[in-house]
């Protein structure tokens, strides 16, 4: 359910753990969607869409 991958990834190690899942389907080729507040995870992705009141604020395409 969504609660419990919201709560791993809220785990530090269960977190770790999950995006380097996630890290491993976008590579196969899968679209991922994630919403996250960490800095530390935006940084992993190629690309990064800012909102602010549910508004586009910022999108950046990061090199990997």
């Not at 995870?41 to 190629?46: C, D, G, K, L, R």
């Not at 869409?49 to 990061?62: F, R």
């Amino acid at each position: 359910s969504n609660q419990l991958i919201e709560n791993m990834i809220a785990d530090t190690t269960n977190g770790e753990a999950v995006i380097q899942l996630l890290t491993e389907v976008a590579a196969n080729g899968t679209t991922v969607v994630m919403v996250t507040h960490s800095q530390a995870h935006a940084a992993m992705v190629q690309r990064v869409i800012n909102l602010l009141d549910g508004k586009i604020v910022d999108h950046t395409v990061q090199g990997l």
